[in-house]
């Protein structure tokens, strides 16, 4: 249910993480005047690692982490499948295991929490029919990362409903027939989240996010959504699929003809608004269910838990860089289809990739000359580790144990 978070770092210095063999940190710097930028920064698998300047307010370099635990878990290629508790305590451990970050040293500064739903209609059409959110109109927003969706923005926490498939599908990824909605509440201030004592990761995770599903349900009881079907022909068709109609009601009108649409909508046959809330639950309590019998022969973050069968299409990786390559044909490893992928649409990941397989020798290219070189390098990358593999090994030569494929 989590995806998007925003921490400061705590109980770790910055030298561990700049050691760190795993992070290649970076500092922007004004070709103009030759300044420095105010943070180094790094990134994997999606995750932006800062750590700040000193400042007399934080003398001791304040460090922050960014970005989706859950395309983390996707080696930071996509978010559309399933990731719950399982997958989240794995990435944790993840987390741990690679740059000793312990959940109790991950203060919360942003947070969303969310579900992927298969919906009985086409999400395209279910977006048109929601109008509000409480009082705040749901707006069209488009982003090059997520595509297009609706949100309300709130004081303290914004409302996104959105179109997961087609995104996905418009960037190449083999996203099945179903149709995919994700609803999400992102934070934005942490005053809701320390009232129920969360104040921290571990905060998060020993209060339960099975008990954010009331939360979200909340939330989508309180979008004014307006049912075609429902109110066919009846006296209220025309007036309550207008929105500027709803805006411009004082609060008891506002009050009184709401509930007056979710008489009409709960008593057509379809419900399709129940409907959506019941899944939004069942999804919900699918993600929270702790599987203890998790198999220790699982390569992390390799095999989901929630996610169901083992052959994903849409998590097949790189070989040298370990990236998603779900994008691309009948490939071992990130080429030119790839790169191009996250070049429109993850320049954290193209920056990352770029800073390790492009010589400085074509840092001022074009990005279309970059991504032929940056591929060639990581085809170069593969044939050097087949060659070391080879001397090591010497094809024909006996073994002591048989090398099993991984």
Known sequence: MIDFVKFNLLGIAPEHLEQNPLLDFYNKVNTKTGQLGKYLNAYYKGLEFRIFERTTANPEQRITVEGSLHKYW??????????????????????????????????????????????PLKT???????????????????????????????????????????????KGFPVGKDEIMRIEVKYRKMIDLNAKGIYNLQDL???????????????????????????????????????NYWENLNYESLKTNRNNLKKITK???????????ELIKQKAD????????????????????????????NRQFCKVTGFNISMQKDSQMLSHTGLYYYYKTDRKIFDEVKRKYLSNKWLKADHKTQIKQIAKNIRHTKTN??????????????????????
């Open 385 to 406: 580790q087949e060659r070391k593999q080879e001397r090591l090994y010497t094809p024909g030569q006996p073994l002591l144990f048989e090398l099993q494929p991984v």
């Open 286 to 313: 699918f993600l929270n269910s702790e599987n203890t019998e998790i198999n220790p022969l699982h390569i992390r973050l390799i095999t989901g838990v929630s996610t169901p069968g083992n052959n994903d299409p």
């Open 74 to 119: 996707n080696n930071g290629a996509h978010n559309f499948n399933d990731f719950g508790i399982n997958e989240i305590n794995e990435v944790v451990k993840d987390l741990n295991n690679k740059f000793g970050i312990t959940s109790i040293n991950c203060v919360l500064k942003q947070l969303e929490i969310g579900v992927n739903i298969n919906t």
């Open 267 to 277: 008593e057509h046959p379809e419900n399709v608004k129940y409907k959506i809330a």
């Open 205 to 243: 995770l020993n209060y339960g996010l099975g008990k954010f599903t009331p939360v979200l349900l909340k939330h989508w009881q309180d979008v004014i959504f307006y049912d075609f079907k429902a109110l066919e022909g009846t006296q209220y068709e025309n007036t309550y699929s207008n929105p």
């Open 124 to 170: 395209k059409t279910l977006l048109k029919q929601c109008l509000l959110h409480k009082t705040d109109r749901l707006k069209w927003i488009f982003t090059k990362d997520e595509g297009n969706y609706i949100q309300a923005q709130h004081q303290r926490y914004i409302l996104k409903i959105y179109d997961k498939r087609t995104h996905y599908k418009n």
